[in-house]
Protein backbone atom coordinates (compact mmCIF):
# COMPACT_ATOMS: atom_id res chain seq x y z
CA UNK A 1 0.00 0.00 0.00
CA UNK A 2 2.85 2.79 0.70
CA UNK A 3 3.76 2.01 -2.67
CA UNK A 4 0.39 3.05 -4.78
CA UNK A 5 0.28 6.11 -6.27
CA UNK A 6 -3.19 6.56 -5.15
CA UNK A 7 -4.11 7.93 -1.72
CA UNK A 8 -5.30 5.14 0.97
CA UNK A 9 -7.27 6.04 3.71
CA UNK A 10 -8.22 4.06 6.47
CA UNK A 11 -10.35 5.83 9.00
CA UNK A 12 -12.31 4.34 12.37
CA UNK A 13 -16.32 3.17 11.59
CA UNK A 14 -17.65 5.49 14.83
CA UNK A 15 -14.87 8.26 15.16
CA UNK A 16 -14.18 8.99 11.38
CA UNK A 17 -9.96 9.14 13.22
CA UNK A 18 -7.29 8.06 10.59
CA UNK A 19 -5.85 4.94 11.21
CA UNK A 20 -3.60 4.34 8.41
CA UNK A 21 -2.68 6.30 5.41
CA UNK A 22 -0.21 5.63 2.67
CA UNK A 23 2.55 7.93 1.64
CA UNK A 24 0.27 8.49 -1.66
CA UNK A 25 -2.39 9.61 0.87
CA UNK A 26 0.18 12.42 1.91
CA UNK A 27 1.22 13.20 -1.31
CA UNK A 28 -2.61 14.06 -2.10
CA UNK A 29 -3.35 16.36 1.17
CA UNK A 30 0.23 17.88 2.12
CA UNK A 31 -0.27 16.24 5.40
CA UNK A 32 2.49 14.23 7.23
CA UNK A 33 1.78 11.06 8.50
CA UNK A 34 1.97 11.95 12.41
CA UNK A 35 -0.31 14.86 11.62
CA UNK A 36 -2.76 12.92 9.56
CA UNK A 37 -3.28 10.08 12.23
CA UNK A 38 -4.34 12.97 15.05
CA UNK A 39 -6.88 14.01 12.29
CA UNK A 40 -10.42 12.97 11.67
CA UNK A 41 -11.71 12.27 7.57
CA UNK A 42 -14.07 15.56 8.49
CA UNK A 43 -10.82 17.93 8.93
CA UNK A 44 -9.69 17.29 5.70
CA UNK A 45 -13.05 19.46 4.82
CA UNK A 46 -14.05 17.18 2.44
CA UNK A 47 -17.11 18.65 -0.25
CA UNK A 48 -18.83 16.70 -3.13
CA UNK A 49 -20.20 17.52 -6.37
CA UNK A 50 -24.10 17.85 -6.34
CA UNK A 51 -26.67 18.69 -9.24
CA UNK A 52 -27.56 22.17 -8.70
CA UNK A 53 -30.35 24.46 -10.24
CA UNK A 54 -29.34 27.86 -11.49
CA UNK A 55 -32.52 29.85 -10.61
CA UNK A 56 -30.32 33.01 -12.22
CA UNK A 57 -29.68 31.51 -15.66
CA UNK A 58 -32.24 28.59 -15.34
CA UNK A 59 -29.62 25.59 -15.91
CA UNK A 60 -28.96 22.75 -14.16
CA UNK A 61 -24.96 22.44 -13.53
CA UNK A 62 -22.67 20.82 -10.11
CA UNK A 63 -21.16 22.81 -7.40
CA UNK A 64 -19.50 21.91 -4.68
CA UNK A 65 -21.10 21.27 -1.06
CA UNK A 66 -19.53 21.16 2.72
CA UNK A 67 -20.63 17.52 3.08
CA UNK A 68 -20.20 16.88 7.01
CA UNK A 69 -23.76 15.55 7.45
CA UNK A 70 -23.70 14.38 3.60
CA UNK A 71 -20.94 12.00 4.22
CA UNK A 72 -22.04 10.78 7.70
CA UNK A 73 -25.40 9.74 6.06
CA UNK A 74 -23.36 7.88 2.84
CA UNK A 75 -21.36 6.28 5.95
CA UNK A 76 -24.21 5.22 7.85
CA UNK A 77 -25.79 3.55 4.68
CA UNK A 78 -22.52 1.92 4.18
CA UNK A 79 -22.38 0.05 7.52
CA UNK A 80 -26.23 -1.20 6.53
CA UNK A 81 -24.35 -3.05 3.90
CA UNK A 82 -26.71 -1.36 1.53
CA UNK A 83 -24.64 -0.74 -0.69
CA UNK A 84 -21.06 -2.48 0.24
CA UNK A 85 -19.10 0.22 -1.22
CA UNK A 86 -19.37 3.00 -3.09
CA UNK A 87 -17.62 5.07 -5.88
CA UNK A 88 -17.64 8.53 -5.79
CA UNK A 89 -16.42 12.74 -6.84
CA UNK A 90 -15.11 14.37 -4.01
CA UNK A 91 -13.00 17.22 -3.40
CA UNK A 92 -10.25 17.26 -0.45
CA UNK A 93 -8.68 20.21 1.07
CA UNK A 94 -5.03 20.46 0.76
CA UNK A 95 -3.15 21.47 3.83
CA UNK A 96 -2.68 24.95 1.82
CA UNK A 97 -5.95 25.14 1.53
CA UNK A 98 -6.18 24.07 -2.31
CA UNK A 99 -9.27 21.97 -3.35
CA UNK A 100 -7.66 18.24 -4.93
CA UNK A 101 -10.48 16.62 -7.00
CA UNK A 102 -10.38 12.88 -6.39
CA UNK A 103 -12.09 9.86 -7.72
CA UNK A 104 -12.83 7.49 -4.55
CA UNK A 105 -13.56 3.86 -3.77
CA UNK A 106 -15.20 3.40 -0.09
CA UNK A 107 -15.80 0.89 1.15
CA UNK A 108 -16.69 -0.62 4.92
CA UNK A 109 -14.39 -3.49 6.22
CA UNK A 110 -15.66 -5.60 9.14
CA UNK A 111 -12.09 -7.19 11.29
CA UNK A 112 -13.05 -9.72 13.80
CA UNK A 113 -11.09 -8.78 17.07
CA UNK A 114 -10.35 -5.22 15.86
CA UNK A 115 -11.72 -1.65 15.26
CA UNK A 116 -13.91 -1.69 11.99
CA UNK A 117 -13.08 0.48 9.69
CA UNK A 118 -13.73 2.26 5.86
CA UNK A 119 -11.20 2.00 3.32
CA UNK A 120 -10.96 5.10 0.77
CA UNK A 121 -8.84 4.51 -1.98
CA UNK A 122 -8.28 7.98 -3.68
CA UNK A 123 -7.29 8.88 -7.41
CA UNK A 124 -6.01 12.12 -7.79
CA UNK A 125 -8.10 13.50 -11.06
CA UNK A 126 -6.87 17.17 -11.36
CA UNK A 127 -5.85 16.48 -14.49
CA UNK A 128 -8.72 14.89 -15.99
CA UNK A 129 -11.02 17.84 -14.67
CA UNK A 130 -8.53 20.35 -16.62
CA UNK A 131 -9.33 18.52 -19.56
CA UNK A 132 -12.64 18.55 -18.95
CA UNK A 133 -12.67 22.20 -18.35
CA UNK A 134 -10.88 22.75 -21.64
CA UNK A 135 -13.46 20.56 -23.60
CA UNK A 136 -16.40 22.48 -21.76
CA UNK A 137 -14.88 25.56 -23.38
CA UNK A 138 -14.34 24.73 -26.12
CA UNK A 139 -17.93 23.69 -26.94
CA UNK A 140 -18.90 26.91 -25.38
CA UNK A 141 -16.96 28.82 -27.81
CA UNK A 142 -18.22 26.67 -30.49
CA UNK A 143 -21.58 27.19 -29.53
CA UNK A 144 -21.06 30.88 -30.02
CA UNK A 145 -19.49 30.46 -32.90
CA UNK A 146 -22.42 28.59 -34.37
CA UNK A 147 -25.18 31.13 -33.17
CA UNK A 148 -22.98 34.23 -34.86
CA UNK A 149 -23.02 32.44 -38.15
CA UNK A 150 -26.93 31.40 -37.94
CA UNK A 151 -27.33 35.22 -37.34
CA UNK A 152 -25.02 36.52 -39.54
CA UNK A 153 -26.35 33.87 -41.95
CA UNK A 154 -30.00 35.03 -41.56
CA UNK A 155 -28.86 38.84 -41.45
CA UNK A 156 -27.29 38.32 -45.20
CA UNK A 157 -30.63 36.44 -45.91
CA UNK A 158 -32.79 39.14 -45.39
CA UNK A 159 -30.07 41.49 -47.11
CA UNK A 160 -30.65 39.48 -50.41
CA UNK A 161 -34.40 39.55 -49.94
CA UNK A 162 -34.33 43.72 -50.04
CA UNK A 163 -31.89 43.81 -52.66
CA UNK A 164 -33.59 41.81 -54.86
CA UNK A 165 -36.42 43.97 -54.23
CA UNK A 166 -34.63 47.17 -54.70
CA UNK A 167 -32.92 45.74 -57.95
CA UNK A 168 -36.22 44.77 -59.33
CA UNK A 169 -38.27 47.81 -59.30
CA UNK A 170 -36.37 50.30 -61.60
CA UNK A 171 -35.31 46.52 -63.91
CA UNK A 172 -39.25 46.29 -64.34
CA UNK A 173 -38.83 49.88 -65.89
CA UNK A 174 -36.64 49.24 -68.32
CA UNK A 175 -37.77 46.25 -69.52
CA UNK A 176 -41.33 47.65 -69.39
CA UNK A 177 -39.95 50.78 -71.85
CA UNK A 178 -38.30 47.95 -73.83
CA UNK A 179 -41.61 46.10 -74.24
CA UNK A 180 -42.75 49.39 -75.64
CA UNK A 181 -40.39 50.87 -77.58
CA UNK A 182 -40.06 47.42 -79.76
CA UNK A 183 -43.52 48.25 -80.65
CA UNK A 184 -42.77 51.04 -82.69
CA UNK A 185 -42.43 50.85 -86.35
CA UNK A 186 -40.57 53.71 -86.94
CA UNK A 187 -37.42 52.14 -85.56
CA UNK A 188 -34.82 50.68 -87.47
CA UNK A 189 -33.82 47.53 -87.57
CA UNK A 190 -30.88 48.59 -85.86
CA UNK A 191 -32.36 50.05 -83.15
CA UNK A 192 -34.42 47.00 -83.28
CA UNK A 193 -31.76 44.69 -82.39
CA UNK A 194 -30.21 47.27 -80.12
CA UNK A 195 -33.36 47.25 -77.91
CA UNK A 196 -34.10 43.34 -78.27
CA UNK A 197 -30.52 43.34 -76.66
CA UNK A 198 -31.12 45.21 -73.91
CA UNK A 199 -34.60 43.50 -73.38
CA UNK A 200 -32.54 40.23 -73.34
CA UNK A 201 -30.04 41.52 -70.77
CA UNK A 202 -32.68 43.14 -68.72
CA UNK A 203 -34.40 39.43 -68.41
CA UNK A 204 -30.73 38.14 -68.25
CA UNK A 205 -30.52 39.87 -65.27
CA UNK A 206 -33.53 39.33 -63.74
CA UNK A 207 -32.84 35.76 -63.80
CA UNK A 208 -29.10 36.46 -61.94
CA UNK A 209 -31.42 37.60 -59.33
CA UNK A 210 -33.77 35.11 -58.97
CA UNK A 211 -30.86 32.87 -58.92
CA UNK A 212 -29.82 35.12 -55.71
CA UNK A 213 -32.68 34.22 -54.40
CA UNK A 214 -33.24 30.80 -55.13
CA UNK A 215 -29.33 30.15 -53.25
CA UNK A 216 -31.07 31.71 -49.92
CA UNK A 217 -34.01 29.64 -50.24
CA UNK A 218 -31.77 26.91 -50.68
CA UNK A 219 -30.03 27.65 -47.43
CA UNK A 220 -33.41 27.34 -46.04
CA UNK A 221 -34.70 24.29 -47.34
CA UNK A 222 -37.77 25.82 -49.05
CA UNK A 223 -36.43 25.89 -52.75
CA UNK A 224 -39.15 24.98 -55.17
CA UNK A 225 -38.69 23.85 -58.79
CA UNK A 226 -41.28 24.89 -61.37
CA UNK A 227 -40.47 22.64 -65.14
CA UNK A 228 -41.67 24.63 -68.27
CA UNK A 229 -40.78 24.15 -71.89
CA UNK A 230 -38.59 26.78 -74.11
CA UNK A 231 -37.26 26.96 -77.26
CA UNK A 232 -33.81 25.64 -76.99
CA UNK A 233 -32.22 28.09 -80.26
CA UNK A 234 -33.39 30.86 -79.03
CA UNK A 235 -32.59 30.34 -75.40
CA UNK A 236 -28.98 29.15 -77.07
CA UNK A 237 -29.06 32.95 -79.26
CA UNK A 238 -29.76 34.63 -76.55
CA UNK A 239 -26.54 33.49 -74.17
CA UNK A 240 -24.66 34.38 -77.38
CA UNK A 241 -25.65 37.90 -77.55
CA UNK A 242 -24.89 38.60 -74.09
CA UNK A 243 -21.62 37.50 -74.70
CA UNK A 244 -21.07 38.53 -78.07
CA UNK A 245 -19.94 41.92 -77.05
CA UNK A 246 -17.19 41.19 -74.27
CA UNK A 247 -15.70 38.22 -76.93
CA UNK A 248 -15.54 40.68 -79.33
CA UNK A 249 -13.61 42.72 -76.98
CA UNK A 250 -11.21 40.42 -75.69
CA UNK A 251 -10.87 39.13 -79.63
Do not use: C
Not at 45 to 51: D, H, T
Not at 61 to 88: D, E, Q
Not at 213 to 225: H, M, R, T, Y
Amino acid sequence: LDLTLDGVFMFDAETYQFLYVNQGAMNQVGYSQTELLRMTVLDLGPQLLVPHTDALHGRDSLRLVLTTRRLRKILASLLKGSPPALTFEIFYQHQNTKLIPVEAFLQYIQVPGQKNMFVVLARDITERKQAEAKLQQAKQVADEARTAAEIANQAKSTFLANMSHELRTPLNGILGYTQILSRDTNLTEKQQQGIAIIHRSGEHLLTLINDILDLSKIEAGKLEILLSDFHLAEFLQNIADLMKMRAEQKG
